[in-house]
């Protein structure tokens, strides 16, 4: 068998088989049946090989000979008051699985199909259960399994010498983790990092004897991308050196990296928005209207924390808010819509290193580029890279929670760079052309995205800037040193993986 791929990107259409089979399993569903339609009296389950006893049988049906009804069996009433008490019932596992499917329908029928009454049902590993589910789009509870060291790499950008305040606030959520830490190339200082954590710094002469001749700046905030090139885990954390874990609505510290990767391996739900956020996390769900088609969602590749205290203003809004602060907590998440363009900043930020890394890559550089935030734009062009990517591959990006503390120890100096700063006119620039921007049908690949990306960028924007060319060549530049030091870990997605990984989404598989 094999499938069709449809007009819209990232989606494969299934087979004519498959996709009959499926209708009729979810009308069969739907009518009441179990899945198989048999004949009268009993329905043969896919499962265990159990009989399923008609409705008939079971609920109490008139009597063609007598002319009046049979009361119900015994297994009928025993099954209603199951259903009566089916939120504190702890396991049914030990049930045959007809009558497991037909609590199930009951279940359903009587609207009493909570979260928890859903695991109880999925713990069963009931074949015909997971497949009713799964064909009338029934959201699964997701529980986010905790991250582990052997998943997750944190990366940390130095450009201050003491590094000590910065770890021991970081100490309970960071020291199970193995922390790379790279070293600014300008910065000629030892750095201060306390004991206790599982880290190896990085500095200029590691950089270059790793890489050597490269046209690409590492220094300033740009130095971290070495972090995402020679890290070996799936998944990369990065804050800022200047920033303190935050503290909730509720006065408790939070666990950004914990939130990074809840945000990262539930479902993003890109192509149309849900009122109430982020559908995925407690508490919240799909609002009346959302289409059941796109409930299961996609993968997400890229989530944005945001920050508290000193917020992240270029430097014309921090002259004029110099003693504003951001004291705000929302406490949300939501997935950017497809097509959206966003301002990432790289000042607390996540992703999925072995998927997104290609596109990870310090690429636009300002001419007068100095060491603070609002003198650079790196973080935005490759944010706006990395959307236009994802979009392109059906993946999700989120944003909102986790929150830092951000310092304002250098909020004061922004007026030093405000006469010379070219970034309102670079974006001015760029947001048009990423807008309208049209991957082509070419690109299956992250590497693929990247290439095409550059060859637009060099055509297009080139002319306007010479720091556009510099850019497209370092993307070039970092898709090389990506196959050559930072592919090792990663998966190499080539066409044929591609194809597979959407089949796999769309759950129709081709061998």
């Known amino acids: 068998m094999r499938g069709s791929r449809s007009s819209s990107p990232g989606f494969v259409r299934p087979c004519q088989r498959c996709r009959q089979a499926s209708a009729n399993t979810k009308r069969a569903w739907v009518a009441g049946g179990a899945g198989i339609e048999g004949q009268r009296g009993v329905v043969q389950p896919r499962g265990r090989g159990a009989l399923l006893p008609a409705e008939a049988d079971i609920k109490g049906a008139r009597d063609p000979d007598l002319g009046q009804m049979r009361p119900p069996s015994l297994l009928s009433l025993t099954l209603d008051s199951a259903l009566l008490r089916i939120a504190h019932i702890a396991d049914l596992s030990n049930l045959p699985d007809h009558l497991v499917i037909d609590l199930f329908r009951r279940t359903l029928s009587a609207g009493k199909l909570t979260e928890k009454v ?95 001749a490269t046209s690409i700046n590492f220094s300033g905030h740009s130095c971290r991308y070495f972090g995402y090139l020679i890290s070996h885990k799936k998944y990369v954390i990065s804050i ?14 939070v666990d950004a990296v914990h939130q990074h990767m809840v945000n990262l391996k539930t479902p993003a739900t890109p192509f149309f928005f849900n009122t109430l956020y982020d559908p995925f996390r407690k508490g919240a769900d799909f609002v009346r209207g959302y289409p059941f088609s796109l409930r299961e969602g996609v993968e997400c590749m890229l989530s944005c924390g945001l920050w508290l205290h000193n917020a992240d203003y270029d430097p014309m809004t921090h002259v004029v808010k110099r003693n504003q602060r951001n004291t705000t907590y929302v406490d949300a998440v939501m997935t950017v819509p497809l097509g959206a363009m966003m301002p990432v900043s790289g000042i607390n930020v996540a992703f999925n290193r072995d998927v997104l890394g290609p596109v990870m890559f310090p690429g636009l550089r300002l001419r007068k580029e100095g060491k603070h935030r609002w003198d650079t734009l790196e973080d935005v062009f490759n944010g706006l890279c990395a959307k236009v990517v994802c979009d392109r591959m059906g993946y999700g990006v989120k944003t909102g929670l986790p929150y830092v503390m951000r310092s304002d120890a250098e909020a004061g100096k922004a007026l030093e760079s405000l006469k010379e700063w070219e970034g309102v006119k670079v974006m001015d620039d760029v947001l ?8 082509s ?19 297009k924007l080139g002319p306007q800037n010479a720091i556009f060319t510099k850019a497209a060549d370092a993307m070039v530049e970092w898709i090389n040193l990506w196959k050559s030091h930072g592919a090792q870990s990663a998966l190499i997605w080539s066409d044929a993986c591609y194809r597979v990984s959407i089949i796999v989404r769309n759950t129709c598989f081709h061998f």
């Open 240 to 253: 800022d050196d200047n920033c303190l874990p935050a503290k909730d609505a509720g006065g408790l510290t």
């Open 432 to 439: 048009p052309f990423f807008q309208t921007l049209k991957l």
């Open 118 to 212: 859903l695991k109880l049902f999925l713990a069963t590993g009931c074949e015909e259960i997971i497949l009713a589910v799964k064909l009338l789009n029934i959201k699964q509870p997701l529980v986010p399994v905790l991250p582990t060291n052997k998943e997750v790499d944190i990366v940390i950008a130095a450009l201050q010498p003491n590094l000590a305040t910065f770890f021991e606030a970081w100490r309970p959520f960071f020291s199970r983790f193995h922390i790379i830490v790279v070293k600014d190339p300008e910065l000629a200082e030892d750095l201060q990092i306390p004991s206790g954590f599982d880290f190896k710094v990085y500095t200029k002469s590691d950089i270059d004897g790793l890489l050597g």
């Open 441 to 459: 049908k070419d690109a299956v690949t992250v590497e693929d995205c990247v290439k095409e990306l550059a060859s637009i960028v060099r055509d």
